[in-house]
Nanobody, 128 residues
Framework: QVQLVESGGGLAQPGGSLRLSCAAS????????MAWARQAPGQGFEWVSGIYSDGVNSYYADSVKGRFNISRDNAKNTLYLQMSNLKPEDTALYYC?????????????????????WGQGTLVTVSS
């Protein structure tokens, strides 16, 4: 069955960095676009970043553009999110999300019906 296991969360200081990983199994990882989403305490889900199946194209929410970088290693079935210049408002549970397609149109990345599996999440806390 499909499994998405996130890791790499933890406590970071403002301005610091963290790298999240998502180990995928149970499906052909290289043929699906993937994304990261987050949920801050008491708030709804927010799409953070997405990447095409081949890793060539990536997209970011305005709130993280220029600070976060998404990447994938299809040989290792792993998705990454490098987070830099972290802010307290980045504090959230971060989820690895599998799409139903090879790619997603730019306007559809934050449409949750484009996705079919979510990981359990990894907690990122940004605080001094």
């Amino acid at each position: 069955q499909v499994q998405l296991v996130e890791s790499g969360g933890g406590l970071a200081q403002p301005g610091g960095s963290l790298r999240l990983s998502c180990a995928a199994s149970g499906f052909t990882f290289s043929t699906y676009a993937m994304a990261w989403a987050r949920q801050a305490p008491g708030q709804g889900f927010e799409w953070v970043s997405g990447i095409y199946s081949d890793g060539v194209n990536s997209y970011y929410a305005d709130s993280v553009k220029g600070r976060f970088n998404i990447s994938r290693d299809n040989a290792k079935n792993t998705l990454y999110l490098q987070m830099s210049n972290l802010k307290p408002e980045d504090t959230a549970l971060y989820y690895c999300v599998k799409s139903k397609f090879h790619f997603i149109f730019r306007s559809k990345w934050a449409t949750w019906t484009e996705y079919d599996y979510w990981g359990q999440g990894t907690l990122v806390t940004v605080s001094s």
